[in-house]
């Protein structure tokens, strides 16, 4: 998940400049987005530049606090357990006061997050917000183009743009397209073609029979 590999649009162009620009207010900034959106493979390229240290809140539990001027990422925090979140408020503490930075991610912005303890959600929703929106025609191509790419599967020139006008907007309906095409062009022993494509999207009733898509 390397830098050169995110593809940046403008749905993500705003949240790309933030995480990656640094010199965030406080040394702290929360990404949110849809599943799928990119949040992983962008915060883990901000981690890479700043040697962070990248923790799931499933299984955040305090423990050490961090070198003065550390930088950590926590990755999905509406899965933070209860029991971490006095220990995450110290340790929100200890990095302000020792310079560090920390990124969190999660699908939601953080007043939206179940957080039990008065403080520390104050000091969470307090966090700079970067959000991948709904993605553009640009991006849903770029990400079938990867999903295809990473299956093996070539589809015909044409074939992508097509898919892209006529599916719905959002990053789960790209991933579940390209996991459809998948299974059925290999276990058809088929190739990726823009007639097959709608053959099977029909099939499937993700198309009318008249080449759009269903409600």
Known sequence: MGAGDFFVSGSNRAAHAMVTGGGWPGGRLALTGARGAGKTHLAHIWAGSAAARVIAAA????????????????????????????????????????????????????AAWTIALPDLASRLQAFPLARIEAPDDALLAAILAKLFADRGLAPEPGLIPWLVARMERSFAAARDLALLLEATALSEGRALTLPYARAVLMRAGVLDKGGDASA
């Open 59 to 110: 299984g955040f539990h305090g423990g050490e606090l961090p070198a003065p001027g550390a930088a950590l990422v926590i990755e999905d925090m509406e899965s933070l357990p209860r029991a971490a979140e006095e220990p995450l408020f110290h340790l929100l503490n200890h990095l302000a006061a020792t310079g560090g930075r920390i990124l969190v991610t999660a699908a939601s912005p953080p």
